[in-house]
């Protein structure tokens, strides 16, 4: 018998350690600044988790990834350059390296988000699917994609609503006036929108649970910190 650690195991013991120390570390301790400024190696971390959970790491994957990273990094700079996207916002310091008033890293958060999401909704649709079909229901194969981009992007804007006033309070970006604008969550949904259509399109929603987990790990994460920040 094989009682090694799965490598899913290893992955998501790693994930749920570095965000409870990170959120000990940001609640409890006199270190807050120091936890915070380790943001942008807890995504990098959590972005290379994923690759290396997914299943069949075809051409198809590596378009997804590079297109996701890609145009997310692309929409935030013209977004903090412009204002025209999300609102009139700019990031600090603290996520790393900027190019274009805009971290390098945000295009890699891009790929987390839209990625878990993805994973997450087609876990459920796949559930829901079994139902239906053992309730003698047939659905078509448009309704299909409708109900998943609306689920997923529904879970996309979710969290970025969650995540929204932590991500303030912790100096990752500033808002002007403090105020985050309706639009901005209009505009994560048109986005969101088109990237989880190419996820859907380029048939990325292989089974990958640790993108289920980590999704759960960060709203987690965020409605905590969000609670007692």
Known sequence: MNNRPSLHNIALFMALLIHAVGLLGILLTPYKDWFVQKTFVNLLLMAVL???THQQKGKQFLVFLLITSIAG???EALG???????????YSDI???KV???PLIIGINWFIIIYCTGMFTTAYENYMLRRLNESGLAITSRLKIISFIVDAVFLAVMFD???EPVAVKLGYWQWQNNIIPLYNYISWA???ALLLALFRKLNTGRHNI????LFIIQVLFFLILRTFL
């Open 50 to 52: 994923l690759v290396t």
């Open 73 to 75: 990094f692309g929409m």
């Open 80 to 90: 903090v350059n412009t204002g025209m996207i999300f609102g009139n916002y700019s």
């Open 95 to 97: 996520l790393g390296m």
């Open 100 to 102: 274009l008033n805009t």
């Open 161 to 163: 609503w969650i995540m």
């Open 190 to 192: 048109v986005v969101s």
């Open 210 to 213: 640790f993108a289920i987990h």
